[in-house]
């Protein structure tokens, strides 16, 4: 959150360096590695984005990075809602245009699938808001009860829960008229 009262190009400031670019970095963890941070931008919505690097040098080498940032509310004025993607938690929107960009949400509506719960109705209710006006309303916040039930069917499925799926608009259309 720190990273939106900043100006861009100052949020790397806010960050001590990894120990590879500075061994004695207060990020390092008693020399055996680090925890640190980086700051990047969304060069679409222009939302900051905060990786997060652990990096253990004992047996088994851990390196790996964490990402945190904000989903947009909306899909930009003039963006058209083409496809929707799905995979390892993560959910995504592609515009008409080609471009990918998190699947708009708000706070309290986190998206999910595979279970009888809320996310799931979340997702339903957003999917649907958007077939119904043909990829037009992109604005995240659509009631639980404006869920079709076909895709709420899906959305809690476990088949939408497994490896990677995409699905277009007229995919989502089809969901719904059968």
Excluded at 32 to 58: A, I, Q
Aim: with cysteine.
């Amino acid at each position: 959150m720190h990273c939106t009262l900043v100006e861009p190009t100052k949020i790397p400031a806010l960050f001590h360096p990894c120990v590879t670019e500075d061994p004695s970095s207060p990020s390092a963890i008693s020399g055996s590695g680090c925890l640190c941070r980086r700051t990047f931008y969304d060069p679409e919505f222009g939302l900051p984005v905060v990786g997060e690097h652990f990096k253990h040098r004992g047996e088994g080498g851990t390196d790996q990075w964490s990402y945190t940032t904000y989903a947009p509310l909306e899909l930009r004025p003039d963006d058209v809602f083409s496809r929707f993607h799905t995979g390892r938690g993560l959910f995504w929107a592609r515009t008409d245009k080609g471009v990918l960009s998190f699947l708009p949400q708000r706070n309290a509506l986190g998206y999910e699938i595979g279970y009888n719960g809320g996310g799931p109705h979340a997702l339903a209710a957003y999917l649907t808001q958007v077939v119904t006006t043909d990829g037009q309303h992109t604005t995240a916040g659509a009631q639980y009860e404006d869920a079709h039930p076909a895709i709420l069917a899906w959305t809690q499925s476990k088949a939408a829960d497994r490896g990677t799926n995409e699905l277009s608009l007229s995919d989502l259309k089809a969901m719904m008229q059968s």
